[in-house]
Each structure stands twice: as structure tokens, then as C-alpha cells.
């Protein structure tokens, strides 16, 4: 037994746990208030992302500084900009599609994905190939036998918990968390007691997709790569790890974020077929907890949504 | 007086019409297929500009007999998109022949059209033995060599340059799982020793579970079959695990976009292509003068040339047997020696070019440099475990 080995699976494996649970919390909150699923929000990621990496190269172009200034700057406008374009799409597309079936919402959501994954392929200036993106944070690291710890990965995953810590927070111990909760309980009741509830679907929309740019804003450290493509996959594992979690039910959207990343782990590195079929596993395997448990590992509480 | 006037007009009449042969060429429509979009679209638009060239320079050329007209179709380096375009061009009566298709995932699956509607065509970069050698379709030809010379002539120069254990990583596509099979069967011969080998889907983005199992076998080079943007995302991401392992490749990852997308890890990167670098050719440099005139925005890239041949030597075969699918490919199936841009060229009785040189590879300060002219072949840079 080699825990070089086995502690950096689990190290890769918390990585993108990490941002499976950052996209599968957005589409919990979806869910939560309105009883829908918004299928373009992987390609809503992609936008932050494609957003954070123009912002990036703005900077160096005009010459700014150190890169964890860059970082910060870059973070915040790709998140600000995406909440604004999640609040955009829950104005336009959702709200008017208030009260229609909800196959019309899905329908809707995943052709909006294909336009927007397309424009970034289509116009972004070279937009088929892929980008490097920038190491932003210092690529300290510290190997210890099989095992090579990172410090840009490690401040990654404590600022996305933070992250989640801040989202349940919000949702919590804030008024405007209480006005979520009041909407995704019992929308009608919600009103007569004085909630704005569109206010409260766009902000919520806008947190989600909030959280999908600083997910996407990870993934590009990550992986050093990004390309138009990336929020396919990203959002049907996100879907499915909220899921498998339970819908509306943020823990369940990070459990089933982990348990994702975690499967497809042990499909690529303890299974003896090709690395090739770890997403066949993973998915099989979520297929077989939805068969035996369809509300998800945690269920959803009636009582309190979100 | 009014029968004269009729007579001048029908007199002038025919004077007009027999003169317009003489003033207009018939227009002759020829195809290029390849990636315009997606991860290998570099190459792809590369391609198309050097046969698009072709057809420029030779509709300049006062000899020329016909007016040629190119139609360009983007097989996005997928199968169903592939063969929709193939079928697309090869119903059109009036496409004569076509350079087709950089992606052997591709290449394999159209092959059938051509044949099926006639068509004859010339592939510019596709290496899947199959293409050729998995059919008697006499319509189907390639200037380039397959990987079976490609990965005889790597396995022989890695073991050769001392390397002794490999971790290999391959796409399951057909063209990857080739690369792998001849790959292996031939470091296997050359005495290399493989610890490991993993076979990954082409559109993965993470391969942090599959290097940290190559990491622990601690190989010295890490072999990767496939394109382009998975050799990307596999080099980027054995930095971040702190692989020290060389890592080699094959012709898929050749191109601009590699370095572009590895930025400096690309460095020292080996891999292997078919054709002798286009600057040593006869006509390599008068190409890259005629293209850089042309005032193309995109590079060649690396297999530009052979687009370029592919294209002239199907503008060639409409000369000499004119407009007319079943007479190129007769013509098509006579070439011996035949001198291109990329080297001589002669077809076997499978349609492949049988002499195709293979040129090493590797990069040196952002390009991808021959390796007999680098800095690592005289020993002034090291590659990594030497």
C-alpha cells in the first residue's frame, strides 16, 4: 500500500470534487426556488471562465502588476459579470417561463447552452483552439515519496469550502436568505408576506452563476487549459452530483460533487479496464444510487428547501 | 438593306460565339476537406490555405486549361461530421477530385463515400494504415506515410538515444489506438519496457488519476498517442503532479497549437512526422516564399505542404486527363516518381505514397525544430533523464 500514492488520488480527487460541488450548488439553488433545471449552466461556467481569461489578458496588456493582484481583479469581474448574465438569463428566459411545463424550461436552458458555447467558438478570436491560461498563484509545492502537494491547489480548495461555507451562510443567517428559503417553500405565502419575488429568483440565479465563474476561474488554475467546450461535461456531472446529493439540498450538491470526483477516481486508477470508461463508472454507478434511491443520497426535506 | 443588316448581326453572332472558347476556360470545381473548427483547426486551416495556393498559383498560369475553383468543406475532425461533408462533395457531380482530411477518425470513416460515389481524392495528412491499406478502393490515395513508418523509425531513435522504460497514454479513437499498437509493437522489438499504459476518451479533460499511477512507475518517458489537445492538457498537467519523465508524441500533436497551449513545458517535447521538413525540400522554400506572398493570416503549419501537393498534383491529373472523376483516377493510379513539393511520390497498388522519409522532431525555444539541426542532437541542451 503506497499513501504517497493513495493521498494524491485523493488530493486530485478534492480538486475536482471541488468544482463539481461549486457547479451542483448552483444547480440546487435553481432548483430550490423555482422547481427547475437550468441545463446551460455548465456553458455558463465556460462564459466565466472566457470572461476571466479577456479580463487577464486586458491586464497584462496594460501592463498591471503582480499576478495575485491580477488574480483577484480577474475573479471578481468574471464572477460580477456572470451574476449579472445568470440574473440576464433568469429575467429573459426563466420568469417569463413561469407556470409552463417544465420539459419547455430544460428544453430551453440546454439550447441556450449550445448558443453560448458556440459564440465563444465561433467569435472569440481564436475561439476552436485551446488557451493557456495563466499560473496565477505561486507554484510552490512539496513532494513527499508519490505524493506532491501543492500550494495553488490547496488555497483553491480552502477558498472554494469557503466559498460553499459562504453561499450556506447567506442562505442561513441573512435576510435575504430567509427570502429564498420563504420563495422556495411556498412561493404564494412568500408574497403576501411582501417578498419581491422576482428580485428574489434574479439574485438567486445570480449566485449560482456567480458560483459557476469562480468554479470556472479554479478550473482554468487547475488545469492551465481551458477551451469552448469545457461546460458540456461539467454541467451533466454537476446535474447529476446534484442528484445524486438531492435536489435542493446544498449538502447533498456537495456530496454528490465529491462523490463524483471520487468515483471517477477509482474508475481511472483502481479498475482494471482503460482509464477511457471512468465516466461510464461514475455515471453507472449514479444510475444504480438513483434506481435504489431516486431523491438522492440526502433526499430533499419538504419542510426546507435550499 | 434589311437582309444585309440580319446577315451582319448573324455573322457577328457567330463571330462572338466562336471566339468566347478562346477568351473563357471552363470552370473545373475541386474539393479540400479537413478540421476548419475544433482543437486541430490550426492544422486544418493551414491545410486549406496551401491548397487553396495551389489553386491560385495555377489559375495564374496562363498554360493552365482550366479555370479551377475550390470548394472547402470543415469535417471538424469528426467522424459524423466527416462523412457528412465527404458525402456532400462527392455527390456534387461537378467536384472532379478532392484533398481530404487530416483526421484518420475521419478518413476511415469516409473513405466508403469515395468510393461508393467515385470520387477521387488525395489524403494530406491522415496516417491510420487503414485509410489505405484497409480497402482496394482505387479512388483513394495519400501523399503522407502511415504510422506503421512512423513509429518504426521513434521506437528505434528513443531506444537508441538510451531510454529504457515507458508509460504509455493513448486516446481510444482509432487513429490513438493505432499509434499505440505499432508504437508499442515496435518499442517491444527495440528492447523498450513498458510499465504502464492507459487508454484515455479523446474530449477528457482531467488525467490526474492516470499520471499519478505513471508517476508511482516512475517511467522514463511518458508516450502520449493523439492530438493536439490532449497532449496539451497531459503535458500541462505532469508539471502540476511534478513528473520528471520525458515526454514524447507523435505527428498528431505537431503543430503551432501545442506550443502555443504548453507554453514553456512544450519545450524539449519529441515527436515524429512523416515527409522531410519542408525548408530541406527542392521546393520547400520556393513554397513558403509563394505563401507568404499569397498573404495568408494563418501559418502553413505543419502539414501545409502536404495539402499543397495533394491539391497540385489533382490540378495536375485534370490537365493531363481531364475534368472527368473516372479519368483522374486512372491517371492517379499511373503515378511513379512523380516530383511533388514533399519528395517523389509513388502510389502503390493501394493508393499510398511508398516513400515517405519520417522526420524527428523536437522543440526547441517555441518551434518545432528537426532534430539532426537542434541543439539537443549536438548535445548543447539535454533532454530530460539524459
Known amino acids: ?306 | 438593306m434589311k437582309s444585309s443588316k440580319i446577315l451582319c448581326l448573324v455573322l457577328g453572332l457567330m463571330m462572338a460565339l466562336a471566339a468566347t472558347p478562346a477568351l473563357a476556360k471552363d470552370t473545373v470545381q475541386v474539393a479540400f476537406i479537413g478540421p476548419l473548427t475544433g482543437g486541430v483547426s490550426a492544422i486544418g486551416v493551414g491545410g486549406r490555405n496551401s491548397a487553396d495556393l495551389a489553386v491560385r498559383l495555377r489559375n495564374a498560369d496562363p498554360k493552365a486549361k482550366y479555370k479551377y475553383e475550390l470548394v472547402v468543406l470543415d469535417d471538424e475532425c469528426k467522424p459524423n461530421a466527416g462523412v457528412q461533408v465527404a458525402t456532400k462533395a462527392a455527390a456534387d457531380k461537378k467536384i472532379i477530385a478532392a484533398a481530404t482530411q487530416y483526421c484518420s477518425v475521419v478518413a476511415l470513416a469516409a473513405v466508403d463515400v469515395y468510393h461508393r460515389f467515385g470520387l477521387p481524392v488525395i489524403v494530406w495528412g491522415a496516417v491510420h494504415p487503414g485509410i489505405t491499406y484497409g480497402n482496394t478502393y482505387k479512388e483513394v490515395h495519400r501523399i503522407n506515410g502511415t504510422m506503421i513508418n512512423q513509429n518504426e523509425v521513434a521506437a528505434k531513435f528513443v531506444t537508441g538515444l538510451g531510454y529504457k522504460t515507458w508509460v504509455l497514454l493513448y486516446d481510444t479513437t482509432d487513429y490513438g489506438k493505432g499509434m499505440y499498437e505499432y508504437f508499442s509493437k515496435y518499442l517491444k522489438q527495440n528492447g523498450g519496457k513498458v510499465l504502464g499504459s492507459f487508454g484515455v476518451n479523446a474530449d477528457q479533460q482531467d488525467f490526474t488519476a492516470e499520471l499519478t499511477q505513471a508517476k508511482k512507475l516512475n517511467p522514463d518517458v511518458i508516450w502520449f498517442g493523439g492530438l493536439t489537445p490532449l497532449g496539451v492538457r497531459i503535458r500541462l498537467q505532469m508539471d502540476k503532479l511534478g513528473i520528471k519523465s520525458q515526454f514524447q508524441s507523435c505527428s498528431g500533436i505537431i503543430s503551432d497549437a501545442f506550443i502555443t497551449g504548453a507554453g514553456e513545458l512544450a519545450e524539449g517535447t519529441i515527436a515524429f512526422r512523416e515527409g522531410e521538413p519542408v525548408e530541406d525540400l527542392p521546393g520547400g522554400k520556393w513554397f513558403l516564399k509563394e505563401y507568404e506572398k499569397a498573404g495568408y493570416k494563418e501559418a502553413p503549419d505543419a502539414f501545409g505542404p502536404f495539402a499543397f501537393a495533394a491539391m497540385n498534383m489533382i490540378l495536375d491529373g485534370i490537365e493531363a486527363a481531364g475534368p472527368n472523376r473516372k479519368a483522374v483516377v486512372k491517371w492517379l493510379s499511373n503515378i511513379k516518381d512523380y516530383k511533388t513539393i514533399v519528395g517523389q511520390v509513388t502510389f502503390d497498388d493501394h493508393g499510398q505514397n511508398i516513400s515517405p522519409a519520417i522526420t524527428k522532431y523536437v522543440v526547441q525555444d517555441g518551434k518545432w525544430v528537426p532534430w539532426k539541426s537542434s541543439e539537443y542532437a549536438s548535445g548543447k541542451r539535454k533532454l530530460k533523464n539524459r
Request: net charge neutral; hydrophobic share 60%; glycine share 12%.
Open chain 1, 1 to 306: 500500500m503506497d499513501f504517497g500514492l493513495i493521498a494524491q488520488h485523493i488530493a486530485n480527487g478534492l480538486m475536482m470534487g471541488l468544482i463539481y460541488a461549486l457547479v451542483a450548488v448552483g444547480f440546487t439553488l435553481f432548483f430550490g426556488v423555482l422547481d427547475i433545471i437550468k441545463f446551460s449552466h455548465g456553458d455558463v461556467l465556460t462564459w466565466g471562465v472566457f470572461t476571466a481569461f479577456s479580463m487577464y489578458l486586458l491586464l497584462t496588456w496594460m501592463g498591471l502588476g503582480h499576478p495575485v493582484v491580477i488574480l483577484v481583479i480577474v475573479a471578481v469581474v468574471a464572477m460580477a459579470a456572470i451574476a449579472l448574465l445568470g440574473a440576464g438569463i433568469a429575467k429573459v428566459l426563466i420568469i417569463p417561463l413561469k407556470g409552463a411545463p417544465p420539459l419547455n424550461v430544460l428544453l430551453i436552458t440546454l439550447m441556450l447552452g449550445t448558443v453560448l458555447r458556440e459564440s465563444i467558438r465561433l467569435f472569440y478570436p481564436d475561439g476552436a483552439n485551446p488557451k493557456h491560461f495563466p499560473a496565477l498563484l505561486p507554484d510552490w509545492s512539496y513532494s513527499w515519496g508519490n505524493f506532491t502537494l501543492r500550494f495553488d491547489n490547496t488555497v483553491m480548495l480552502i477558498s472554494g469550502l469557503l466559498m460553499i461555507v459562504l453561499v450556506q451562510l447567506l442562505i442561513k443567517r441573512t435576510k435575504l436568505g430567509m427570502a429564498i428559503r420563504a420563495v422556495s417553500q411556498d412561493e404564494e405565502t412568500a408574497r403576501l408576506m411582501g417578498i419581491n419575488f422576482n428580485l428574489v429568483v434574479y439574485i438567486t440565479f445570480a449566485l449560482g452563476s456567480a458560483l459557476a465563474a469562480f468554479a470556472g476561474v479554479a478550473y482554468g488554475l487547475y488545469y492551465n487549459e481551458i477551451n469552448f467546450n469545457i461546460g458540456l461535461l461539467l454541467g451533466a456531472i454537476g446535474f447529476s452530483a446534484a442528484a445524486v446529493g438531492g435536489f435542493g439540498n446544498i449538502y447533498g450538491a456537495i456530496v454528490g460533487g465529491f462523490l463524483f470526483a471520487l468515483l471517477q477516481t477509482i474508475g481511472a486508477a483502481a479498475l482494471p479496464f482503460a482509464s477511457a470508461y471512468k465516466d461510464v463508472f461514475a455515471f453507472g454507478v449514479v444510475i444504480i444510487i438513483m434506481a435504489i434511491k431516486p431523491t438522492g443520497l440526502l433526499g430533499e426535506k419538504e419542510t426546507e428547501r435550499v
